[in-house]
């Protein structure tokens, strides 16, 4: 079974910048999008952002202009940079891909187990 990695969490200070990434367990040959989603304390899951596979994106209102997502060529990574950070986005932040052929085989849908993103003074 393919699985997604999602790494580069942790504490940063209001203002202050984190990026994330997301690996796949194998080789990702297609995909029909990516996208982040975050879950913050007694909160339900709410959607970051999806990007395409022709690049297309669409941010929630609540980190556009602050956060930055990105994929590498082979298309076995996906990344969010997050700038200007807030104290509401503390949250675990989880990678989302829809739609995967990883090593030859299709997956409709993969979710990576989370990474912890926590802004505190």
């Known amino acids: 079974q393919a699985q997604l990695v999602e790494s580069g969490g942790g504490l940063v200070q209001p203002g202050g910048s984190l990026r994330l990434s997301c690996a796949a367990s194998?080789?990702?040959?297609?995909?029909?999008?990516m996208g982040w989603y975050r879950q913050a304390p007694g909160k339900q899951r709410e959607l970051v952002v999806r990007i395409t596979n022709d690049g297309s994106t669409t941010y929630a209102d609540s980190v556009k202009g602050r956060f930055t997502v990105s994929r590498d060529n082979a298309k076995n990574t996906v990344h969010l940079q997050m700038n200007s950070l807030k104290l509401e986005d503390t949250a675990v932040y989880y990678c989302?891909?829809?739609?995967?052929?990883?090593?030859?085989?299709?997956?409709?849908?993969?979710w990576g187990q989370g990474t912890l993103v926590t802004v505190s003074s």
């Open positions: 989302n891909v829809v739609r995967a052929v990883v090593d030859g085989i299709r997956y409709p849908e993969l």
């Open positions: 194998g080789t990702i040959t297609s995909f029909y999008d």
